[in-house]
């Protein structure tokens, strides 16, 4: 198996089961990210530098317009997909095995974790991990501390309030926040303009 066909399998929602040698290969991946998230997080880098890290982490072209506070952390990283002028902040976590697709314009605040990939409930299943992909949609504004569980999709322009947890979809233009998260509003509805104060 190559990091093609781990891709495809993890895409496919396949579940990792420890000891295969689809888990054994994204093992390998993953000690790969400790490297490099390790050098990212320990040095100053200039913006142009973050993005290479991020390219080399990812192994896809990330735009130049990308921007990333470090520290940041991924237990994998090949199965991250950052769209354009997309600003991540410090001390994110991305549990990217079941994939994790920011869109463009998208801003996600310190301490957000995406965690795609989840356990088997019980104690002999625990060795089965279940993947499922998140998608942040375009313009999207995830709040500092929130949690964003596997196959979610937040759509486009909404916004996920500090300290959320969100287990469920979020359709585009909304406000969602608490545990779990819940719909508080739409964007340009219930939410004052800037302008408004």
Known sequence: ???????????????????????????????????????LNNAYHAPDEVCDFMRRITGREVDDSFRLFPPFYTDFGKNIRLGKNVFINACCCFQDQGGITVGDGAFIGHRVTLATINHGLRPDERHIHHVAPI?????????SGAIVLPG???????????GAVVSRSVEAGSIVGGVPARL??????????????
């Open 1 to 39: 198996m190559n990091l093609e066909q781990l891709l495809q399998y993890l895409d496919d929602g396949k579940p990792l089961t420890a000891g295969t040698e689809a888990c054994e290969l994204m093992e390998r991946y993953t000690y790969e990210a400790m490297r490099l998230t390790a050098e």
């Open 184 to 197: 508080m509003g739409r964007v340009g509805v219930d939410a004052p303009s800037e302008k408004e104060g």
């Open 135 to 143: 998608i942040i949609g375009e313009n999207v504004w995830i709040g």
């Open 152 to 162: 979610v999709t937040v759509g486009d322009g909404s916004v996920v309030a500090a």
